[in-house]
Nanobody, 117 residues
């Protein structure tokens, strides 16, 4: 099972980017979907997560600037990032609880976000 993430790139501080992550169509069910990031020299941290009811939860550093959403029909989770800061730079990873023959947690391949000053 491969989560396909896209949308990263280079943006100036104050700008916006939108990330997407899609789970394959042959899965049986999806539960929680989330975005994590890892900045250079730092450990991976949770940025935002959303459950099956659509209730989001955000890390303190992005609350009010980032919005997570999901399209259940498309097996896709999005991350709208606004008012980006230099400290938002890092590799962003999609994460999801998926069911094929059983429930497991999966990671996407990561997409690089670089915010310049």
């Amino acid at each position: 099972v491969q989560l396909q993430a896209s949308g990263g790139g280079l943006v100036q501080a104050g700008g916006s980017l939108k990330l997407s992550c899609t789970a394959p169509g042959n899965i049986v069910a999806i539960n929680r979907m989330a975005w994590y990031r890892q900045a250079p020299g730092k450990s991976r941290e949770m940025v935002a997560q959303i459950d099956t009811t659509g209730i989001p939860n955000y890390g303190n550093s992005v609350r009010g600037r980032f919005t997570i959403s999901r399209d259940i029909a498309k097996n896709t989770v999005y991350l709208d990032m606004n008012n980006l800061k230099v400290e938002d730079t890092g590799v962003y990873y999609c994460n999801a609880d998926l069911r094929t023959d059983s429930w497991r947690n999966y990671w996407g391949q990561g997409t690089l976000v670089t915010v310049s000053s």
